[in-house]
Nanobody, 115 residues
Framework: QVQLVESGGGLVQPGGSLRLSCAAS????????MRWYRQAPGKSHELVAR???????NYMDSVKGRFTISRVGANHTVYLQMNSLKPEDTAVYYC?????????WGQGTQVTVSS
C-alpha cells in the first residue's frame, strides 16, 4: 500500500510565497507522472502543474512564471514552489502520483492568499 502525504499549505499575503511538499511512501517500484491539482470553492478541479519521470514539466497558464514544480526521485517527493501568490490562487491543493501504475492522491492542503 502506498501513501501520499502533503505539507506546506497555510495563509500568506498577496505577493508572498509558499512551498508545498508531497512525499510518497510504501512499497514503491515505479513513480511516473507527479502532479499538483487545486480546487477552489465552487470551482472544478484544475491541473496546476505536472512533472514527468524524466523531468518534463507543464503548467497551467495562470501560474506560468510564478510556480515551479520539481521532484526528488530518491525521496519520492514532489514540490510546488509558489511565488507572487494572488488571492485567486486560494484553493485546496492536491498531490497526485502514478505509483506502480496506479493513480494515487494526497489528502489535500489548504492555501489561502489574503491580506
Amino acid at each position: 500500500q502506498v501513501q501520499l502525504v502533503e505539507s506546506g499549505g497555510g495563509l500568506v499575503q498577496p505577493g508572498g510565497s509558499l512551498r508545498l511538499s508531497c512525499a510518497a511512501s510504501g512499497s514503491i517500484r515505479d513513480i511516473g507522472d507527479m502532479r499538483w491539482y487545486r480546487q477552489a470553492p465552487g470551482k472544478s478541479h484544475e491541473l496546476v502543474a505536472r512533472i514527468g519521470a524524466i523531468g518534463d514539466r507543464n503548467y497551467m497558464d495562470s501560474v506560468k512564471g510564478r510556480f515551479t514544480i520539481s521532484r526528488v526521485g530518491a525521496n519520492h517527493t514532489v514540490y510546488l514552489q509558489m511565488n507572487s501568490l494572488k488571492p485567486e490562487d486560494t484553493a485546496v491543493y492536491y498531490c497526485y502520483a502514478n505509483i506502480n501504475g496506479v493513480p494515487s492522491w494526497g489528502q489535500g492542503t489548504q492555501v489561502t492568499v489574503s491580506s
